[in-house]
């Protein structure tokens, strides 16, 4: 699993994340770590983080004073994320919003609450790929922890191959989890950036109508005005 440099200036670095990469340290192999060997540099600063089985776009500061200024973008809601996946099951809608409460459930994971106090926001697309699979767009307005994923499993859609969240049989048949950090769009020091990187890895992307599909969605943001 090699990780991608995207992007860099003298302020930050926009990598590529591996899928079954975990995002801090597992035995000296995690994504912070090697994002690390790989620019011979003695620390990279996080400022948010994506699950082990996601892969895509991610930003990792060069200094402390640059993260806590990426932080808070992140914190204010003015970088915009997107993500793409694919689930073998049809949603309860097609496109919409998913927001509620999350608490925690059994052994590490998450579920919906039925209250809206402190609610993880998600809005969405989608369209149809090959027989049984859905494409969707999502953007995420909130960061909580497993927020899409288990947005979509309320939805009796969970991502395919989400071992934790999808059926378990459908998931372990799968090459990876379906779940991709697609886009970027955030404004710092007065500059403009927007970046974009589709999946290098599974073969439920790969194909040409999966690819289709990447092209009508080739600029995110237009889709959720």
Known sequence: ???????????????????????????????????????????????????????????????????????????????????????LRKPKKKQGWVKADMGQSRRGSYKLLSTALNPAITQFVSCALRVHERFFLIKPHTGKTHQIRVAFKSLGSPIAGDERYAFSVDALKEERGYLHAYALRFKYDEQEYSFTCKPSFGERYLNSTCEDALAIYGAPWEFFK
């Open 1 to 87: 699993m090699s990780i991608k440099i995207l992007f860099q200036n003298s302020d930050f670095v926009i990598f590529d994340k591996p899928n079954a990469m975990s995002f801090h340290s597992e035995d000296g192999a995690g994504f912070v770590v090697l994002a690390t060997k790989l620019l011979q540099v003695e620390q990279l600063y996080s400022v948010h983080r994506l699950d082990k089985m996601t892969s895509g776009l991610i930003i990792l500061a060069k200094s402390s004073e640059v993260a806590n200024k990426l932080t808070k973008l992140f914190e204010t809601r003015q970088i915009e994320k997107y993500y793409i996946a694919i689930s």
